[in-house]
T-cell receptor, first 114, second 114 residues
Framework: DADVTQTPRNRITKTGKRIMLECSQT?????MYWYRQDPGLGLRLIYY???????NKGEISDGYSVSRQAQAKFSLSLESAIPNQTALYFC?????????????FGPGTRLLVL | SQQGEEDPQALSIQEGENATMNCSYK?????LQWYRQNSGRGLVHLIL?????REKHSGRLRVTLDTSKKSSSLLITASRAADTASYFC??????????????FGKGTHLIIQP
């Protein structure tokens, strides 16, 4: 979905390095999410944000941090990358009204930690 | 932990046939959604069914929901080669209409043989 963009699309890094994945959206949604996808495990929620001042941990937040710089931008950082963080990472946005829950996903960032 | 579990894990059918995949979940939900993912790409929202609905249609898609059995099915009629993808069910069990993030199953990989 071109309304949600992620950079970089692919990244190779080494164990111990700090990296940042960025997400931008033009949908005007307040809610933003970070998920990771591993083969055979589906998607799992890392962090989510209701607005610039509201950040919440998801199911697997250990080893990750986030920053919501503006309504349109939500970044995910790996403070000290480790090989088991090798995965496909997705950013998503969600509409703010209750009862919808529909989310709109970016194209993903493929991360390899050596 | 995964809320939804899709069945089968993989499905291969001939073009023109109908494809049915199922999803089971564990806890009460506000709504259940189905997403499609083409290989290595972002997820695309297909259809949302609320907990008080039993059936919903969208084009060639038909979704049913049985809250007593905590299960849902997705039927794709008259399949096409372009339907080849992975299909995920996702449940919204939060209090904010999906604001807490969706919980995804592991997916059904559908292959449409020409």
């Amino acid at each position: 979905d071109a309304d949600v963009t992620q950079t970089p699309r692919n990244r190779i890094t080494k164990t111990g390095k700090r990296i940042m994945l960025e997400c931008s959206q033009t949908k005007g949604h307040d809610r933003m999410y970070w998920y990771r996808q591993d083969p055979g495990l589906g998607l799992r929620l890392i962090y989510y944000s209701f607005d610039v001042k509201d950040i919440n941990k998801g199911e697997i937040s250990d080893g990750y941090s986030v920053s919501r710089q503006a309504q349109a931008k939500f970044s995910l950082s790996l403070e000290s990358a480790i090989p088991n963080q090798t995965a496909l990472y997705f950013c998503a946005t969600g509409e703010g009204s209750l009862g919808t829950g529909t989310q709109y996903f970016g194209p993903g960032t493929r991360l390899l930690v050596l | 932990s995964q809320q939804g579990e899709e069945d089968p894990q993989a499905l291969s059918i001939q073009e023109g046939e109908n494809a049915t995949m199922n999803c089971s979940y564990k806890t009460s939900i506000n709504n259940l959604q189905w997403y499609r993912q083409n290989s290595g790409r972002g997820l695309v929202h297909l259809i949302l069914i609320r907990s008080n609905e039993r059936e919903k249609h969208s084009g060639r898609l038909r979704v049913t929901l049985d809250t007593s059995k905590k299960s849902s099915s997705l039927l794709i009629t008259a399949s096409r080669a372009a339907d080849t993808a992975s299909y995920f069910c996702a449940t919204d069990a939060g209090t904010g209409g999906g604001a807490d993030g969706l919980t995804f199953g592991k997916g059904t990989h559908l292959i449409i043989q020409p």
